[in-house]
């Protein structure tokens, strides 16, 4: 892609707001890939006449001028170890650019969230010549119009940019769940926790975003992965961070890495088990890694601790006569696949079917599970415990029930 039209596809998906021109100079200088021009006076004029000469593009001018957005990293904070965020950012501090205000049913087709789509006034002949050359100067237009002055894409534009080359183009979506791929298609490579989205955004039920993120899960236009964050409580909360396509990235967790090294280990070796001795040997990690990954697996159910006569394994050491001597071993259950696969069984929350992403969510159960004894333990009780909603409870359970950990019946798990 060219820097002109790295220019059209960042205003595209700013959405039905547009941008204004100092945020479009902030959205190209933390692009990535990196902006392939330097964004000096010079490169800024020439952009600017880009923007005027682009027929996809219109101008409008704003009620009264808009904030610069304001651009964050949702991943500076992970454990690069568990893969959780551990400094809950504080939203309450942080400006609202783009509230959520849904056109329905525009008889022109146009589509998306924009707070002052009444009030905004068309000035693209002002700004515009017939022969598609700007009539103002940037520095002249900044002058006259300011933040006021935004750009937006065509509809066309801005639905292509957001659903990809590879899908169709005659595709419908409601207004609702357009906006919602509007908002994550902001985002970026950030993404949109959907408890951000239903609890700040856009203020809804979460049973009605889902309703409104079904379609676009069907129709493959955005991706979804576990997100877990620790409160300050301590408590970890579970989400979905969603993501367009063209900015999905698999993030997974040091031990999620190690628990498929382990399992490739013993899928290779005979009778799928090795002795603990020497599979230390071979990782080559501290103590508390070594203990949390064997945790970690046995708790998802990938592999059991089992113990074999020393004569069983080294026929050479010779039969011990004063007393029976064994080692702990660790066999291999059930490892499919390292390929992992992100799946939605219920309205709040998606976890990978694989056994090594969704292992976090199973060892947090398990143990709950567990110590409920014979009668098992309530959905809601689960959600209670572990700082989530029904829906999000609901989930673990269909996940749990589908990788035959537990058993769900009518009153207890």
């Known amino acids: 892609m060219d820097a002109l039209s790295i220019v059209a596809d960042e205003v595209a998906l700013e959405g039905l707001d547009g941008i204004t021109i100092p945020s479009l100079w902030i959205r190209l200088e ?7 021009l330097k964004l000096d006076d010079c490169t800024k004029e020439l952009l600017w006449k880009s923007l005027i000469s682009n027929t996809d ?12 957005v304001e651009l964050f990293d949702r991943f500076k904070d992970i454990d690069p170890e568990t893969g959780i965020e551990t400094t809950a950012r504080g939203f ?38 017939k022969s598609l050359t700007p009539l103002f100067t940037l520095q002249e237009a900044l002058e006259r119009y300011g933040r006021k002055l935004v750009v937006m894409a065509s ?3 801005r639905f292509r940019t957001l659903i990809g080359i590879e899908s169709d183009p005659d595709l419908k979506l409601t207004d609702d769940s357009y906006c919602v791929l509007e908002r994550v298609g902001r985002a970026r490579w950030q993404g949109e926790l959907q408890k951000d989205l239903h609890g700040r955004s856009f203020k809804i039920d979460a049973r009605k ?12 236009l955005i991706s979804m992965q576990s997100y877990v964050t620790r409160m300050k409580s301590g408590q970890q909360q579970h989400s979905i961070l969603l993501q367009l396509k063209r900015f999905h990235v698999n993030r997974r967790s040091k031990y999620d890495l190690l628990m498929e090294h382990v399992c490739d280990l013993l899928e290779h070796t005979p009778g799928q088990f090795t002795t603990l001795i020497a599979l230390r040997d071979q990782l080559n990690l501290n103590e508390n890694s070594y203990k949390r990954i064997f ?21 050479s050491a010779g039969p011990c006569t004063n007393r029976k001597v064994t ?12 390929v992992c696969v992100c799946v939605c069984v219920c309205p709040c929350v998606s976890v990978c079917v694989c056994p090594c992403v969704c292992v976090r969510v199973c060892v947090s159960v398990c143990p709950l599970v567990l110590s409920s004894g014979p009668k098992g333990i309530a959905k809601t009780a689960i959600g209670l415990k ?3 909603g029904k829906l999000e409870s609901r989930m673990i359970c269909r996940i749990l029930e589908r990788a035959a950990v537990t058993k769900v019946g009518r009153g207890s798990l």
């Open 386 to 388: 572990m700082n989530v």
């Open 295 to 315: 945790h970690y697996m046995r708790a998802a159910k990938l592999v059991e601790f089992c113990s074999y006569p020393l004569e069983d394994l080294d026929p």
């Open 327 to 338: 080692l702990s071993s660790l066999k291999l259950l059930n490892f499919h696949s390292p």
């Open 30 to 36: 933390c692009r990535q890939p990196k902006f392939p």
């Open 155 to 157: 509809q066309m534009l």
């Open 92 to 129: 309450e501090t942080q400006k609202v650019i783009y509230p959520v205000h849904i056109l329905q049913d525009n008889k022109d087709g146009i589509q998306g969230s924009c707070e002052f789509f009444q009030q905004r006034r068309d000035v693209t002949k002002i700004v515009r010549s």
């Open 57 to 68: 593009l219109t101008f409008y001018l704003l009620p009264r001028e808009r904030d610069d």
């Open 209 to 220: 975003l889902h309703y409104m993120r079904k379609s676009l899960v069907r129709h493959g």
